[in-house]
């Protein structure tokens, strides 16, 4: 038997990409983080994953214990911009989502499984006022500010499957990608529910955004397949699943019951792996290049990927442009963050985003003197 099994399907199937090794990281609150990861694809189902060996556990134990969730944001909640630069808040379009899709009854039990600082039970507060709130964590840190929510009622530090209320609706919005046995999570989860309860669960999609790969602690990088194929393995009957709701993330709803599994076709995660992993590298390449000019460089934006050139060119790096203007005027290790009006003149702005929104942003501030660089095509 292997040392691992597949995270999604258990089976003895997984191929480690060497490549990937090679290729810097970034943690999911925004930090640089060294190459060395160690990435398989599986034989059998297509799931994209890390392997859980020691130095996994040894690095998400670093990066937890120094979590700053959403500091250049001073702890406000991470804005979702769509191409032509309209933002909002990530979980009032999720909670939107939730109450016009499953049919919610008026009041309810909720809990938030992985709920961090309470970003997305303070939206639920407001949009289900009449609802009892509980929460799910490592810690109890974020208690005090939870206790704040008028209808917030527990934070549980205990595993879930050791929490005995049962509740209506339970949501994992960007945690079930962090968890190191996803199956046995969403088995627990499917536990918490009533009988009519619905789940709803929010992860990256590595299919439409190849960026999620270098998330040093995002342990399985699902697509829609194989995030259907780990729910209908454990209990849950997918009632709908879509990556084009919000950009470049699985958007789920299932409820409990067995259903027949929907086998995925591993030739086509196998397929986008591979070819992620080499233009992760490609775009690595041409950030590279592009700094080597001579001329003032910067990079489009201080989230995941920016972060993520960042930690692999520093020296090369003098500032950070982005359309946030909750971080416009704060810097990054003393590289200012500015909008793009004030990139600087002759400057070249790199845009480390997926191709297809690279041009939109591109076309849209391709107005003053700076140069844009946007990434490599997929298929490179
Ligand atoms: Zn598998």
Redesign the pocket.
């Known amino acids: 038997m292997a040392e691992f099994?597949?995270?999604?399907?258990?089976?003895d199937?997984?191929e480690t990409l060497d490549a990937f090794a090679q290729i810097a990281r970034v943690t999911s609150d925004c930090k640089p983080w060294p190459a060395g990861g160690k990435m398989a694809v599986?034989?059998?189902?297509?799931?994209i994953?890390k392997l859980p060996d020691a130095a996994w556990f040894a690095d998400i134990e670093s990066i937890y214990k120094g979590y700053q969730i959403y500091e250049l944001s001073g702890g406000a909640e991470q804005v979702i911009f769509s191409g032509d630069g309209q933002g909002a808040p990530r979980s009032h379009r999720l909670v939107d989502f939730i109450k016009q899709t499953a049919a919610l009854p008026p009041r309810g039990k909720l809990i938030d499984i992985g709920c961090g600082n309470g970003g997305a039970l303070r939206t639920f507060s407001g949009a289900l006022p009449d609802w009892k709130l509980f929460g799910s964590e490592l810690t109890d840190a974020a208690a005090p500010s939870l206790r704040m929510l008028p209808n917030f009622v527990d934070l549980f530090t205990v595993e879930p499957a050791d929490i005995k209320d049962r509740f209506d609706l339970v949501s994992m919005i960007h945690s079930l990608e962090h968890m190191p046995e996803p199956s046995k999570t969403l088995r627990d989860a499917a536990g918490l529910m009533t009988a009519s309860g619905v789940l709803f669960v929010e992860v990256p999609d590595a299919e439409t955004s190849p960026f999620d790969l270098i998330v040093a602690d995002h342990l399985v990088h699902f697509s829609p397949a194989?995030l259907r194929?780990l729910a209908e393995r454990n209990g849950l009957s997918v009632q709908v699943l879509r990556n084009d709701f919000l950009p470049k993330e699985n958007t789920m709803l299932a409820r409990r019951g067995a259903t027949a599994v929907t086998k995925p076709d591993?030739a086509a995660g196998i397929a986008f792996a591979r070819r992620n992993i080499a233009w992760l590298g490609a775009v690595m390449d041409k950030a590279a290049a592009a700094a080597a000019g001579g001329k003032p460089f910067g990079l489009f934006g201080t989230s995941i990927s920016g972060t993520w050139l960042y930690g692999a060119l520093r020296d090369k790096i003098q500032f950070f442009v982005d359309e946030d203007v909750t971080r416009v005027g704060q810097s990054v290790e003393g590289r200012p963050i500015v909008a793009p009006s004030a990139i600087p003149q002759d400057g070249v702005v790199f845009v480390p985003l997926i191709p297809s929104v690279a041009d939109k942003v591109i076309a849209r501030l391709s107005v003053a003197g700076a140069q844009f660089v946007g990434p490599p095509p997929f298929g490179m």
């Open positions: 099994q597949c995270r999604v399907c258990d089976a199937g997984l599986c034989h059998r189902c297509g799931a994953q194989t194929l591993p």
